[in-house]
């Protein structure tokens, strides 16, 4: 019998019992040892917010899933590993085709590190993840293939990224396409309709007179005409077109794959719209007019910029002719 502490044991016995028993002494530390790691790896798994998996391919069995899975998913782990079509049935739909071939290439590839698609949480939320996996090196020649992977939980991140992009592409006060990001899909349009041969018109709209507006009723209501002149040019717009604030008191909309008459009939009722509004400063209402420049794309056009020109010199000559107008070029 192996004395309770081997430490206090005493080596007075013969040579081969003192050697089981330092044996036994470095297998009690090894255990010891051991079991400190084993903790060690399972408060570091508690706390890493990502879920680290292991995925036996070919018995398409879920092997392993850490803690992370059912604070990210609020599935079960225990349903996961006796069922892998629970992973299946948390991707959101859209995504699930794209989850499974890149999963599927990681067999070609070793490594598919660039993965990211959206799971519906058990709570209803849909979140993003970005899902690394890699096969596993270690497996000796002739045993099963075991994907490892990473999965993070990369929704906040992907907020932060729209927000950015949404604040790079839109006018503050407006909320409409700023002029950077309106002439962008402006070139995009453009370039389709003429690979396409299709139709596309371009309107160029000022605000006459904007000046005697801030002059007379103050920066903060010529803010408002902006504002309410910017909501007019998004509710004429159909889907596919695009609209945005170019300058100052200047706003732009491209209609991809309208013929100039039809055009004209878009102008003519924002024309309208815009002379309908009424603004109120003080005990003092007033209202405002605007001056557009159409033209339509023709087969000399080889860039943006003489469609622009031609938009921009119909829209001069509305206001030369007196303003409140609309001039097709
Ligand atoms: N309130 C406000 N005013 C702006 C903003 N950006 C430009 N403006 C004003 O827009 C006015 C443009 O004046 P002008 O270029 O003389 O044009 P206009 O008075 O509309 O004259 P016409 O174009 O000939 O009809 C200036 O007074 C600018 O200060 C803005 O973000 N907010």
């Known amino acids: 019998m192996v004395p309770k502490n081997l430490q206090d044991a005493s080596f007075t016995q013969s040579p081969d019992t003192a050697q089981t028993l330092m044996a036994l002494m470095h297998a009690q530390s090894e255990v010891a040892r051991l079991s400190e790691r084993e903790q060690l790896f399972s408060s570091l798994l508690v706390s890493v917010n990502a879920v680290l998996w292991a995925f036996n391919w070919e018995t ?20 996961l590993l006796s069922d892998y079509n629970e992973w299946r049935d948390s991707i959101y739909p859209d995504d699930l085709d794209y989850a499974e071939r890149s999963l599927a290439e990681v067999l070609v590839k070793g490594a598919v590190e660039d993965r990211e698609y959206r799971i519906i949480a058990a709570d209803g939320q849909v979140r993003w993840l970005s899902d690394k996996c890699f ?24 907020r932060m990224e729209a927000e950015l992009q949404r604040l790079a592409t839109t006018d503050v006060l407006t909320q ?16 389709q309709a003429r ?33 309410r002149i910017a909501e007019s040019g998004r509710a004429a717009l159909r889907r596919g077109d695009v609209f945005g604030r170019i300058g ?19 102008a003519e009722r924002l024309q309208w719209q815009i002379q309908q509004l009424s603004f109120s400063h003080d005990d003092q209402t007033f209202g405002i007019t605007v001056s557009q420049g159409l033209t339509s794309l023709t087969p000399e ?13 119909a829209m001069y000559e509305a206001k030369r ?7 097709s070029g």
């Open 60 to 79: 398409r069995q879920v092997l392993y899933v850490s803690p992370a899975y059912e604070r990210i998913f609020g599935r079960s782990a225990g349903s």
């Open 135 to 158: 096969i596993n090196r270690q497996a000796e020649p002739g045993q099963p293939v075991i994907i490892v992977g990473i999965a993070e939980d990369i929704t906040e991140k992907k």
């Open 176 to 191: 409409s396409s700023n002029r950077r990001h309106f002439f962008e899909c402006a070139q995009r349009e453009f370039a």
């Open 195 to 227: 690979k396409q041969g299709a139709p596309m018109a371009f309107l160029l709209l000022d605000i006459d007179d904007f000046k005697g507006v801030n002059d007379t009723y103050g920066h903060q209501a010529g803010d408002n005409v902006l504002q």
């Open 248 to 266: 100052g008191e200047e706003f732009a909309a491209v209609f991809p794959g309208c013929a100039p008459d039809m055009a004209m009939q878009v």
């Open 301 to 313: 056009d080889d860039s943006l910029d003489s469609v622009f020109a031609r938009a921009d010199a």
């Open 321 to 327: 002719q007196g303003k409140n107008r609309i001039i």
